[in-house]
């Protein structure tokens, strides 16, 4: 079974400078993929980005990009220039393998706080 | 753009009390799933659904746990005798068919029902 692991329980970041998230994974299927997800204090689940084990390069949507490292078995998600709003609490996934369905596989999650 | 709605928004419930949980998936979507996030902890899955019966579930999702698709819109998970354990925030999502057998799957989370059992 996959297990994802985020091992920041907290960061802080200061407006508008970069921060990274990290989320590290364990699987033993050869091909998979990673979703990042926000949480604001509002409770809803907001999708960020996704990468899947044999894209080429690391995605990016936005402000929010994908440090994909295989190797290490790493997705960390970088936030470049930080906004108040990015305030949230940070969710790394990982679709489970098995069944037609594919249910996501949490990480404890990271409460990331942006500072003015 | 379409998304998952769920309703309420909010449940108060007295311990041993059915409860009913409503979700509309996203219409052209063929996939749907019932998350739970007790507060401050991680999201945990429950239940996946596809083609009318359950695909997999978890191992809290007991006796006292169901799913129905009963119209072909709406998607409901039923608590039969909540416990005050099932106090939790419930998401509902759903995602479309898979392409190719790609892993990605993005699933599409509705805002979820705060579910407080007293």
Partial sequence: AQKITQTQPGMFVQEKEAVTLDCTYDTSDPSYGLFWYKQPSSGEMIFLIYQGSYDQQNATEGRYSLNFQKARKSANLVISASQLG????????????SG????????????????? | E???TQTPSHQVTQMGQEVILRCVPISNHLYFYWYRQILGQKVEFL????NNEISEKSEIFDDQFSVERPDGSNFTLKIRSTKLEDSAMYFCASSPPSSGGATYNEQFFGPGTRLTVL
């Fill in chain 2, 2 to 4: 379409p998304e998952v």
């Fill in chain 2, 47 to 50: 239940v996946s659904f596809y």
């Fill in chain 1, 100 to 116: 037609s369905a594919r249910q996501l596989t949490f990480g404890s999650g990271t409460q990331l706080t942006v500072l003015p």
């Fill in chain 1, 86 to 97: 990015d305030s949230a609490m940070y969710f790394c996934a990982m679709p489970q393998r």
